[in-house]
């Protein structure tokens, strides 16, 4: 079993900038996939980013350019760095591994115009 803490979700001014975290405990020893889903009201929930054990990353298009995805893997920790945001980032950021599946509860974003 694998436990996931989120914070840094918050409310953010368009153009501003919001750093999330999430630390993996337990069962951590499996994990290689970290990454970040956003889900936005009525939308599917989509890949925002991810960053692999061996530090690949991968990135929505929408989102490539402005939001840096690292981890501290001594901590079990990954980060997503969220720069010039914009209303349509509005979302709730689910946090995620991959091995066992796991997800956060989520944290929300709001980007106001």
């Known amino acids: 079993q694998v436990w996931l803490v989120e914070s840094g979700g918050g409310l953010v001014q368009a153009g501003g900038s919001l750093r999330l975290s999430c630390t993996a405990s337990?069962?951590?020893?499996?994990?290689?996939?970290m990454g970040w889903y956003r889900q936005a009201p009525g939308k599917q929930r989509e890949l925002a980013a991810q960053?692999?054990?061996?530090?690949?990353?991968a990135y929505a298009v929408s989102v490539k350019g402005r939001f840096t995805i690292s981890r501290d893997n001594a901590e079990n920790t990954v980060y997503l760095q969220m720069n010039s945001l914009k209303p349509k980032d509005t979302a709730i950021y689910y946090c995620n591994v991959d091995r066992p599946p796991t997800w956060g509860q989520g944290t929300q974003v709001t980007v106001s115009s």
């Open positions: 337990g069962f951590i020893s499996r994990i290689n996939a």
């Open positions: 960053i692999l054990l061996n530090g690949n990353t």
